[in-house]
């Protein structure tokens, strides 16, 4: 059973850098062909699709975020990380990892955008 756990901090001042890491567990985030989702849900909206970070490292991300978004992993720990910059109440959400294969998902964490 593949399990997912988001962690970071649920508050983020306007124009800093939102950081949240993914802890997998149950499988390797190098195993092959997998991908690795970051997903947000703002409060009364539907799901956005952030970005994702493959088995092999590669990336991908939604055209209306790249310019702020980053996500890496730390294959050591098994882990893969979302950066997103310059960050104002419109960020505000819920944030969930997603495993893209099985759709194994984290049980999300709110993040609130707020001076």
């Known amino acids: 059973q593949v399990q997912l756990q988001e962690s970071g901090p649920g508050l983020v001042k306007p124009s800093q850098t939102l950081s949240l890491t993914c802890t997998v567990s149950?499988?390797?985030?190098?195993?092959?062909?997998?991908?690795w989702s970051w997903i947000r849900q703002p409060p009364g909206k539907g799901l956005e699709w952030m970005g994702a970070?493959?088995?092999?490292?590669?990336?991908y991300y939604s055209p209306s975020l790249k310019s702020r978004t980053s996500i890496s992993r730390d294959t050591s720990k098994n882990q893969f990380t979302l950066q997103l910059s310059s960050v104002t109440p419109e960020d505000t959400a819920n944030y969930y990892c997603?495993?893209?294969?099985?759709?194994?998902w984290g049980q999300g964490t709110q993040v609130t955008v707020s001076s």
């Open positions: 149950g499988a390797s985030i190098t195993t092959n062909f997998y991908y």
């Open positions: 970070i493959g088995y092999d490292g590669s990336t």
């Open positions: 997603k495993e893209d294969r099985y759709e194994y």
